[in-house]
């Protein structure tokens, strides 16, 4: 009992610090990875490559000033953020980043829970993170900030359910919502990867979590060229910060889980499963950076119009066409 | 432990629950609504039905409640209004409550609950989802056609242009 008590806790710290070091050296990956794909050189000056560039931002975002806006309402100005940065950690629980390993006689499986709704957590987790974004849009009085909050929501609910569609016909093969499960059915050989068995649900799935985490091309909600920044305007230092962790954290997870769902997550030869897991996100995040270094931003009726008249009918057809193809 | 938990997810939902009904800022009573909605989801997860409480966050919290809070904002000043709760039919409205309380008090204490004695499935979701293709098939089709109904209707209402509407081209 205590023991395994202990296990979960270690779990829990490693994922939670691994998490926390990835965010922060994702900004650094980001800032070196758009500047290369626009022939500059990025941050390099504090620690070797610039390695050591997001602690010195940690630490001048911490010493700024937290004020309040004036006018503002204090308590969900406060609340806001962490809204938006706590929901993309939560869901990391469900992913495994190796299979059930045994230390000492005892079975320990490589997640820190296993949960039977894993991918309805993560999504539900998803829809959570949304209230970060509106709660500052609307505390802040502002009129960037409300319009950014204001787009948000609209964004969130479109895409959202696209991004619930898309996955659909996956589970229906998989029969299971268990991520560490739909992981085990894909290992073996890379023709198990779920990724070539619905391969219209990758895309529509890796869209729609693009459009959820505000990344461009859609990060209408910050929109800097029109909005100011959008819904976190009125933040200064650590809180705006949390903010942008926020984003980071769930571009982390949303590559997390798309690994697991499409690309046999840990799974893969020779090299120890920990490293296949990094090796498949850190390629997602870079398709991430990739994507904001090379496109531009939508309008934002025609993100509504892609969403609502694009993603919407696909995802429908994959469920339908997979559908057929299970019975036939 | 979970008699203190479900307790502490009661009080929570049943207080936000009140706010969302008295309060004067329709902003604060939307995201007290979602804090009410968030105790259920946990008291669901007491009861282990995972599938139950992931479904209540995601179409109540995530989409139904942002769905008013979109709303909300985008009604120009009303969060700046202070709204009345009550209208010149409290005190009918009270007798009525009144009624109804009693009436599902003598109904909770009245009744002898059925308590089964069957283990839990293993994977409810699965369960949950077999029960509603086989047995309860028909009310869950009906409830279907209902939202689809609801769904044309709304576009109906909200549809101003197109010719279809006889009355709108002299605008």
């Known amino acids: 009992?205590?023991?395994?008590?202990?296990?979960?806790?270690?779990?829990?710290?490693?994922?939670?610090?691994?998490?926390?070091?990835?965010?922060?050296?994702?900004?650094?990956?980001?800032?070196?990875?758009?500047?290369?794909?626009?022939?500059?050189?990025?941050?390099?000056?504090?620690?070797?490559?610039?390695?050591?560039?997001?602690?010195?931002?940690?630490?001048?975002?911490?010493?700024?000033?937290?004020?309040?806006?004036?006018?503002s309402n204090k308590v969900l100005f406060s609340l806001a953020p962490m809204i938006a940065f706590i929901p993309p950690i939560l869901a990391v629980a469900v992913v495994p980043i190796g299979d059930t390993?045994?230390?000492?006689?005892?079975?320990?499986?490589?997640?820190?829970?296993?949960?039977?709704?894993?991918?309805?957590?993560?999504?539900?987790?998803?829809?959570?993170?949304?209230?970060?974004?509106?709660?500052?849009?609307?505390?802040?009085?502002?009129?960037?900030?409300?319009?950014?909050?204001?787009?948000?929501?609209?964004?969130?609910?479109?895409?959202?359910?696209?991004?619930?569609?898309?996955?659909?016909?996956?589970?229906?093969?998989?029969?299971?919502?268990s991520i560490a499960e739909i992981v085990r059915q894909q290992s073996g050989s890379v023709l198990n990867w779920y990724f070539f068995k619905q391969p219209v649900a990758f895309f529509l799935f890796f869209i729609c979590a693009m459009a959820e985490s505000n990344r461009l091309p859609f990060d209408l909600p910050e929109a800097e060229s029109e909005l100011v920044a959008g819904y976190h305007t009125e933040y200064p230092g650590m809180r705006f910060a949390l903010f942008f962790l926020g984003e980071y954290a769930h571009m982390i997870t949303v590559s997390m889980v798309t690994a697991s769902l499409f690309f046999g997550g840990w799974s893969g030869p020779f090299l120890p499963p920990i490293v296949w897991f990094l090796i498949k996100v850190v390629a997602f995040l870079f398709i991430y950076v990739w994507v904001r270094g090379t496109l531009p931003r939508f309008r934002y009726d025609q993100l509504m119009r892609f969403g609502w008249l694009v993603i919407f009918p696909l995802t429908l057809v994959n469920i339908l066409v997979t559908g057929l193809v299970m019975v036939l | 432990m979970s008699m203190l938990i479900f307790y502490i997810?009661?009080?929570?939902?049943?207080?936000?629950?009140?706010?969302?009904?008295?309060?004067?800022n329709v902003f604060h009573s939307a995201l007290f609504l979602v804090l009410t909605l968030f105790s259920v989801a946990g008291i669901y997860v007491l009861l282990e039905a995972e599938f139950l409480a992931a479904v209540q966050v995601?179409?109540?919290?995530?989409?139904?409640?942002?769905?008013?809070?979109?709303?909300?904002?985008?009604?120009?000043?009303?969060?700046?209004?202070?709204?009345?709760?009550?209208?010149?039919?409290?005190?009918?409205?009270?007798?009525?409550?009144?009624?109804?309380?009693?009436?599902?008090?003598?109904?909770?204490?009245?009744?002898?609950?059925?308590?089964?004695?069957?283990?839990?499935?293993?994977?409810?979701?699965?369960?949950?989802?077999?029960?509603?293709?086989?047995?309860?098939?028909?009310?869950?089709?009906?409830?279907?056609?209902v939202l689809l109904i609801a769904l044309i209707g709304a576009i109906i209402i909200s549809r101003q242009d197109g010719p279809s509407r006889p009355g709108q081209e002299d605008r």
């Not at chain 1, 619930?164 to 029969?175: T, W």
């Not at chain 2, 997810?9 to 008295?22: C, D, E, F, N, Y």
């Not at chain 2, 007798?95 to 089964?116: E, R």
């Open chain 1, 1 to 71: 009992m205590l023991l395994s008590i202990f296990i979960d806790v270690v779990k829990v710290i490693v994922v939670f610090a691994g998490f926390m070091i990835m965010i922060a050296y994702t900004t650094w990956f980001e800032r070196r990875m758009v500047a290369f794909i626009q022939s500059r050189l990025g941050p390099n000056r504090v620690g070797p490559a610039g390695l050591l560039q997001p602690i010195a931002d940690a630490f001048k975002l911490l010493f700024k000033e937290p004020f309040l806006p004036e006018k």
């Open chain 1, 101 to 177: 390993i045994t230390i000492a006689g005892r079975k320990v499986e490589l997640l820190i829970s296993d949960l039977n709704i894993g991918i309805l957590y993560v999504f539900a987790l998803g829809s959570i993170g949304v209230y970060g974004l509106v709660l500052a849009g609307w505390s802040s009085n502002s009129k960037y900030s409300l319009l950014g909050g204001l787009r948000s929501s609209a964004q969130m609910i479109s895409y959202e359910i696209g991004l619930g569609l898309s996955v659909v016909g996956l589970l229906m093969i998989a029969q299971t919502f």
């Open chain 2, 9 to 24: 997810l009661a009080i929570v939902a049943v207080v936000s629950a009140l706010m969302v009904v008295t309060l004067r």
């Open chain 2, 58 to 145: 995601l179409i109540y919290v995530g989409a139904i409640t942002i769905l008013m809070i979109f709303a909300i904002m985008l009604t120009y000043q009303i969060t700046s209004k202070s709204i009345r709760q009550v209208n010149e039919q409290v005190i009918p409205a009270v007798i009525i409550v009144l009624v109804f309380f009693v009436l599902s008090l003598v109904t909770l204490i009245k009744t002898s609950w059925p308590v089964s004695n069957k283990s839990l499935p293993g994977n409810n979701t699965f369960e949950i989802g077999r029960q509603l293709l086989s047995t309860y098939v028909i009310p869950f089709e009906v409830v279907s056609i």
